[in-house]
Nanobody, 115 residues
Framework: QVQLVESGGGLVQAGGSLRLSCVVSGNIYRIQDMGWYRQAPEKQRELVAR???????NYADSVKGRFTISRDNAKKTVYVQMNSLQPEDTAVYYCHITTWGYNYWGQGTQVTVSS
């Protein structure tokens, strides 16, 4: 069974930083894309950042220049460094991976940015 466990969320003041981590465990041979999504109250879940197995990244326009996604394949871990956080970044952040046509999600971690 594949599990994704996120950590690193919390409460931070505007302008601050957080680093989220997501560790993948279970019987999984090769992870293709790894990414982070977020969902704010009463809003749809949206892509924040994604990184392919080859290291190609893409970001939501709203986080470009502030967030950086990275991955450690040996540790089956994906990170997102979030700088210059703003109140509009407040959401539950979810880790997501794809592998051989399957999609897996983490349980989510809350990020709250106070003004």
């Amino acid at each position: 069974q594949v599990q994704l466990v996120e950590s690193g969320g919390g409460l931070v003041q505007a302008g601050g930083s957080l680093r989220l981590s997501c560790v993948v465990s279970g019987n999984i041979y090769r992870i293709q894309d790894m990414g982070w999504y977020r969902q704010a109250p009463e809003k749809q879940r949206e892509l924040v950042a994604r990184i392919t197995s080859g290291g190609t990244t893409n970001y939501a326009d709203s986080v470009k220049g502030r967030f950086t996604i990275s991955r450690d394949n040996a540790k089956k871990t994906v990170y997102v460094q979030m700088n210059s956080l703003q109140p509009e970044d407040t959401a539950v952040y979810y880790c997501h991976i794809t592998t051989w046509g399957y999609n897996y999600w983490g349980q989510g971690t809350q990020v709250t940015v106070s003004s």
